[in-house]
């Protein structure tokens, strides 16, 4: 008896994902995938730091990093224009910014008292309210890069900050 052997020819691996988009673009949205139900009431908070590294989830989905890497964070950095009198805040934000979390930078002529004004701020897919103060790179891979300026025309000290924070869906 003759017994034969077939071999068959085999294909490339082939895989097909399907990206499934909420229809929402809340914080909760951005979190669900991180986080369980039963954390989202803890760990996965908006104020809460699921990772440790020293930045609140709610700042994480701000700026596109993961809530549950400690090794992903974001950089703020701050530099002053050529003539030395315009000040840079740069950071990175995510795209889509959740459409409840709102970017805020304010500036301050000291750090001694509560003195900080508003100088632009944005919520979700809104725009700058002060857009001459913004300077917004390409997105890529869900990040933006921003460059805030304030001209320090006065005091001789000028000092930035910018705050995340979370209101309900309008
Ligand atoms: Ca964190």
């Not at 229809?23 to 996965?44: K, L, Q, V």
């Not at 959740?98 to 979700?124: A, I, Y």
């Not at 890529?140 to 320090?152: D, K, N, R, W």
């Amino acid at each position: 008896m003759q017994s034969r052997k077939r071999t068959r020819q085999r294909s490339p691996a082939e895989a097909t994902f399907t990206v499934v988009s909420s229809a929402g673009n809340t914080y909760a949205d951005w979190a669900s995938p991180y986080f369980s139900p039963t954390e989202m009431a803890t760990i996965g908070a908006f104020t809460a730091d699921a990772d440790g590294d020293g930045i609140p989830n709610g700042i994480e989905s701000a700026m596109g990093t993961h809530p549950r890497q400690a090794s992903s964070r974001a950089t703020i950095t701050t530099d002053m224009g050529t003539n030395g009198s315009l000040l840079h805040l740069r950071f990175q934000r995510a795209e889509p910014l959740p459409s409840d979390v709102t970017l805020t930078v304010r500036t301050s002529p000291d750090l001694g008292s509560d003195n900080w004004t508003l100088l632009t701020q944005k919520t979700g897919s809104g725009a700058w309210s002060t857009p001459a103060a913004v300077v917004e790179g390409t997105a890529a891979g869900g990040i933006v890069p921003v460059a805030v300026h304030a001209l320090s025309a006065g005091p001789s000290h000028l000092f930035m900050r910018l705050e995340v924070s979370q209101a309900p869906p309008p």
